[in-house]
């Protein structure tokens, strides 16, 4: 059971705009950053997001990250087939001494 | 170009002990904090310690707490996972990966990983 939790799959076609939820409490990403990764198949992760919604360099702008309390969304506008992977989500989690805590990941299909 | 290179990885039984490396190249090291991630077989990322630029923050997750040891030698560019009294949910890719400033915060760039087996 992971700390942070997303839905478990995701689909849409080429060109739609999907996203991807990512919902926790009050002491992880209701009071600190929340970061997305991609992880494509036998691959490392790679960031996405970090802060909330800053894009680091080389990652396209259909990818935005939002959040809203204890709970945030990464957007893909214009979905694209080599979009398909597994996204998670991350934050700090600031109870007992603090420690890192990621969402149990959301498999994307491009149909 | 950031690079981080695990190694240490490998065949171990119950109970034992197990040291990880990471050596780092690319950056500044000593400016950055630094964190260990694993990923059981089929499984999702779960973050397993992280270490501020001077050892002065050191954070652990609930499952490894009291077995596990983080640290770094700024002087080498290296970061290390002491393993102690492994189980078989231990099994999984280690990741070295670098925080985005000095302080705890979360990844940013990722190793490939290094693999760790807990089997009699």
């Known amino acids: 059971q992971s700390v942070l939790t997303q839905p478990p799959s995701a689909s849409g076609t080429p060109g739609q705009r999907v996203t991807i939820s990512c919902s926790g409490s009050?002491?992880?990403?209701?009071?600190?950053?929340v970061y997305w990764y991609q992880q494509l198949p036998g691959t490392a992760p790679k960031l996405l997001i970090y802060r909330n919604n800053q894009r680091p360099s080389g990652v396209p702008d259909r990818f935005s990250g939002s959040k809203s309390g204890t709970s945030a969304s990464l957007a893909i506008s214009g979905l694209r087939s080599e979009d398909e992977a597994d996204y998670y989500c991350a934050a700090w989690d600031d109870s007992l001494s603090g420690a890192g805590v990621f969402g149990g990941g959301t498999k994307l299909t491009v149909l | 170009e950031v690079q981080l290179v695990e190694s240490g990885g490998g065949l171990v039984q119950p109970g034992r002990s197990l040291r990880l490396s990471c050596a780092a190249s690319g950056f500044t090291f000593d400016d950055y904090a630094m964190h260990w991630v694993r990923q059981a077989p089929g499984k999702g990322l779960e973050w397993v310690s992280g270490i501020s630029w001077n050892s002065g923050s050191i954070g652990y997750a609930d499952s490894v707490k009291g077995r596990f040891t983080i640290s770094r030698d700024n002087a080498k560019n290296s970061l290390y996972l002491q393993m102690n009294s492994l189980r078989a949910e231990d099994t999984a890719l280690y990741y070295c990966a670098k925080d985005t400033h000095d302080s705890l915060e979360l990844p940013v760039d990722w190793g490939q990983g290094t693999l760790v087996t807990v089997s009699s």
């Open positions: 009050s002491s992880n990403i209701g009071s600190n950053y």
